[in-house]
């Protein structure tokens, strides 16, 4: 065979396995962007109304209201506002996790009407009775909390605002802290079991899986097709990063037992945070999403402190 007759199978070999990996990486990539972006958030309590979680004292009765706004994204949100039977302007904005509704922060909810705020929980984009067509894991969503921020602004003047959110919640709520340096509307964040960034959480729950093929191959093309169809990179999504210079007062927690989003991701967001206030809370005997549940006295004396001293500020 003639030198040039090699490099010509060469390069069809080349171009073939290019292609071939190609198709694969993008088919993998297209599952990926299914599973991760396209599911629609439902709890299995949903047939609970807001009332019958939160209206459990006899002796305090909060009226619940639905409430809704049109994004600047160009769709809808919709969500209940609590008001505290205690006069007030101050408010916490509560934001659920991943593939969850405003029903799963009702315990949360609880904690702060009986704190003495008034408290909105809304169903993110794609969740719940929210419109949207995806989930984008914090990029953007930390656009229409911002909205949801406006909206309690206008409705209690004056008054301070506080964001609470859990796993994807607590992530977009960090996303936010950034945009919320300009105008500092938002006096306080908790964050519980926030992941510091997407790319490292997909390569760890990759990893996790055993896979035969190499965790970045997966994040790679998942990343590649979720930009061409959602319009966002796993690496735009990094709370890590957001936070460095955020001197909004934060406050970290996560359970040790965490078996979804790892532990030392919470130390890298706290360690993250070089101006302001911060704490960081980590139960021992706690899971994902599970640090309030297994440590309600706990959880509560920290949280209810941590405000106090933010709000002093």
């Keep these: 065979m003639s030198k040039n007759s090699k490099v010509k199978v060469f390069l069809t070999i080349c171009v073939i396995t290019f292609m071939v990996v190609n198709t ?3 088919a993998l990539g297209s599952f990926c962007h299914k599973q991760m972006c396209l599911r629609k958030g439902k709890n299995p309590n949903d047939s609970q109304s807001v009332s019958e979680v939160i209206n459990t004292n006899k002796n305090k009765v909060y009226i619940e209201e639905d409430v ?33 509704t405003r029903r799963s922060m009702l315990s949360t909810a609880k904690l702060y009407l009986e704190k003495g705020f008034n408290v909105l929980v ?87 899986g055993n896979l035969s093929i190499p965790s970045s191959f997966f994040a790679f093309y998942g990343s590649l097709v979720t930009k061409i169809k959602s319009d966002f990179k796993y690496s735009d999504v990094s709370p890590r ?14 359970g040790k037992k965490d078996e979804l989003v790892p532990v030392s991701m919470c130390k890298e967001l706290y360690n993250a945070k070089n101006k302001g206030l911060k704490e960081i809370y980590m139960p021992e005997n706690a899971g994902h999403g599970e640090s309030y549940k297994y440590n309600r006295d706990e959880y509560r004396d920290r949280v209810y402190n941590f405000v106090d001293i933010a709000l002093e500020k």
Excluded at 147 to 174: C, F, Q
Excluded at 241 to 254: A, G, K, L, N, R
Aim: charged share 25%; aromatic share 10%; hydrophobic share 30%.
């Design 24 to 26: 694969i990486g993008l």
């Design 241 to 254: 990063q957001s936070i460095e210079d955020v001197t909004t007062p934060i406050m970290f927690i996560h």
């Design 122 to 208: 809304y169903d993110s984009r794609n969740n719940g009775e929210s419109e949207g067509r995806d989930t984008t894991y914090g990029y953007f969503e930390k656009y229409d909390l911002n909205d949801w921020v406006e909206y309690i602004t206008k409705r209690n003047p004056g008054g301070n605002i506080g964001v609470h959110g859990r796993s994807m919640g607590a992530a977009t709520a960090l996303l936010h802290s950034e945009i919320n340096e300009r105008s500092k509307k938002v006096k306080f964040y908790i964050s519980d079991c926030a992941y510091s960034d997407l790319k490292d959480e997909f390569i760890y729950i990759a990893d996790k």
């Design 68 to 100: 809704s706004i049109n994004t600047k994204q160009g769709y809808k949100l919709n969500g209940t506002y609590i008001k505290n039977p205690r006069e007030t302007m101050d408010t916490v904005i509560l934001v659920h996790g991943l593939m969850r």
